[in-house]
C-alpha cells in the first residue's frame, strides 16, 4: 500500500519536498537577515497552515477553532521556553543575527508529514473532510506547528523593537 501511495503521490510533490528542505537547510547556518526576511518563513508557514485547514475542512467551525487554540497555546509556550532568546539585533547593520538551528527544519518536515498524510487519508476516505475525529487533531496539528514558527517570528520582531529607540521601531 505504501508504494502505492508513493506511486500516485504527484511529481510536484516531491519538488516541493526538496525545496521545503533546502529551505529548512538554510535555516540551520547563523545568518544576518533583514527583520522582513527572516519572519517571512514563520508568516508563510503560518498561512500555508492556516489555508491547509480552510481548504479541506471549512465547513467545520470546530477545526477552525483547534487550529487557532493551537497556534496560541504554542506561541504561549513557546514564548515561556525562551524561543528567539539566542537572537540579537545588529544595530551598526539594521539586521537580525539569527543564530543557526534544525528547529524549522523539523517545523516545516512536520507540516509536510502532516499534510501529506492528511492528503493521503483523505484520498482514500474522502469522507474524512466531514469528520470531526479527524478534522480537529489534523487542525490542532496544523496550528501547534504553525504555532511555534510564529513565536520564532515574534521573537525577532521584539529583538528589534526592543533594540530601536521610540522612534525609530518598526
Do not use: C
Amino acid at each position: 500500500m505504501l508504494i502505492g501511495i508513493l506511486q500516485h503521490t504527484p511529481h510536484w510533490v516531491w519538488g516541493l519536498l526538496a525545496v521545503l528542505v533546502s529551505l529548512g537547510i538554510k535555516q540551520t547556518l547563523p545568518r544576518r537577515r533583514t527583520l522582513r526576511s527572516a519572519t517571512a518563513v514563520p508568516i508563510a508557514m503560518t498561512a500555508l497552515s492556516f489555508y491547509g485547514v480552510m481548504s479541506v475542512f471549512a465547513q467545520q467551525s470546530i477545526a477552525l477553532a483547534a487550529w487557532a487554540a493551537a497556534v496560541l497555546a504554542a506561541v504561549a509556550l513557546s514564548h515561556a521556553a525562551g524561543v528567539g532568546s539566542k537572537i540579537r539585533w545588529l544595530a551598526s547593520e539594521q539586521r537580525l543575527l539569527v543564530p543557526g538551528s534544525w528547529v524549522p527544519m523539523m517545523l516545516i518536515l512536520g507540516l509536510f508529514i502532516i499534510r501529506f498524510g492528511a492528503n493521503v487519508m483523505l484520498a482514500i476516505h474522502p469522507d474524512l473532510s466531514i469528520d470531526r475525529l479527524f478534522a480537529v487533531p489534523v487542525s490542532f496539528a496544523y496550528g501547534a506547528f504553525s504555532g511555534i514558527f510564529l513565536a520564532r517570528g515574534l521573537a525577532m520582531w521584539r529583538v528589534a523593537r526592543q533594540a530601536q529607540p521610540a522612534s525609530m521601531a518598526y
